[in-house]
C-alpha cells in the first residue's frame, strides 16, 4: 500500500470509532482475554506520548497494564510446579510417624509433632495430622479411659499373673493346678498341682516362683491374682519380701486378671492321660515332671508371634530358598 492509502485507512478506521463511541454513549467496551493480549503485544513498545496520540478506545496505561499481567500470568504458568500442593513428605519421616503412633498408642498429632521437634526433624503439625490420617489412625485418639489391654502391654514387662485350675484324673481325683504367666513373653510357669492346696503348699509355690524368677532375671515387681481363698496371707508375704507386690483383681471384673481364659483351656487338655506329672510328690509340692513340663509349655500364640522360650528364627532372603521351601 502507499502511504496515501494507508492515511485513508487510518482516517476511515478514527472515523468508525468516532461512530463507535457515540453510539455506546456512557457504556464501556468489552475486550476479551485475546483482544487484550493481541492489542497488549502490538501497542507495549510505543512510548505513552505516541499512544496517547492515537485513537484508542482504552487509555494508554490500560494497554501497558494489560501488558503486565500478561506477563505475570506466563511466567506464573511457566513457574507452575508439575505437582501441585506442598512437596511430599519424606519417606522416612513418615515411617517415624506411624512408628511413635504406633508404639505410643495414647499420643496424639500435637504430641508426636513436638517429639519430631525434639530430634531435630521440622514438619507442620498439620502434616502428622494428614499422614496418621492417610493411614486410618485418630490423630487425636481417646485419652480420658485406657482399656486394661493397653495397660498391661505398656507394662508387661513388669506384670506377672497367677491363677488356680482344676483338672480331674482318670481315676477321678480332682487336682488343682497353680501356674504362673509372664505378660512380657507370655511364658507358663507351673508351680505344682495338688488334691489339697493347703497354706503350706500355696507358700512353698510362692518360695519356688521367687527362686525361678531370681535364677532368670526377670523384672517383674507386681503379680496379679484373684481374690481366691486358696492364697494365704504368707503367699503375699513371701512375694513382698522379694520385692513383688501382689495386686488383687476388682471384685467381679475378670479381665483384671484376662489370662485364666489364656491358661485354663490348654493346661488341663494337655494331660489328658493317667496325669504321672501331675502326681503330687511327698518332698515337694511341685509335681514329679515339672520341668520337663516347663520344657514344653502349652502351644498358644505369643506376642508377634514369638513362643515363650524359642524367639523367631532370622528371616529367610535367598530366593531359593523361599521357592522351595522344605517344611517338616
Known sequence: MSDRDKDTEILALRHQITVLERQLGDARPRFSPDDRAFLAALLHRLPVDTLRRLRLLVRPETVLRWHQDFMKRRHAIRSRPERPGRPRTVRSIRLLVLRLARENPTWGYRRIHGELLVLGIKVAASTVWQILKD?????????????????????????????????????????????????????????????????????????????????????????????????????????????????????????????????????????????????????????????????????????????????????????????????R
Open 135 to 327: 493411614t486410618g489412625i485418630d490423630p487425636a485418639p481417646q485419652r480420658t479411659t485406657t482399656t486394661w489391654s493397653t495397660f498391661l502391654r505398656s507394662q508387661a514387662d513388669a506384670l506377672l499373673a497367677c491363677d488356680f485350675f482344676e483338672t480331674h484324673t482318670l481315676t477321678g481325683t480332682r487336682l488343682y493346678i497353680l501356674a504362673v504367666i509372664e505378660h512380657t513373653s507370655r511364658r507358663i510357669r507351673v508351680l505344682g498341682a495338688t488334691a489339697h492346696p493347703t497354706t503350706s503348699w500355696v507358700t512353698q509355690t510362692a518360695r519356688n516362683l521367687v527362686m525361678d524368677i531370681e535364677d532368670t532375671g526377670s523384672t517383674a515387681r507386681f503379680l496379679i491374682r484373684d481374690r481366691d481363698g486358696k492364697f494365704p496371707a504368707l503367699f503375699d508375704a513371701v512375694l513382698a519380701d522379694s520385692g513383688i507386690e501382689v495386686v488383687l483383681s476388682g471384685v467381679r471384673i475378670p479381665r483384671m486378671n484376662g489370662d485364666h481364659g489364656t491358661l485354663d483351656p490348654q493346661l488341663p487338655t494337655r494331660t489328658a492321660r493317667p496325669h504321672p506329672h501331675l502326681e503330687p510328690t511327698a518332698t515337694t509340692p511341685r509335681p514329679a515332671r515339672v520341668r520337663e513340663v516347663l520344657q514344653h509349655p502349652p502351644a498358644h500364640q505369643g506376642i508377634a508371634n514369638a513362643r515363650p522360650l524359642r524367639t523367631l528364627p532370622p528371616a529367610v532372603t535367598a530366593q531359593a530358598a523361599l521357592t522351595r521351601l522344605d517344611i
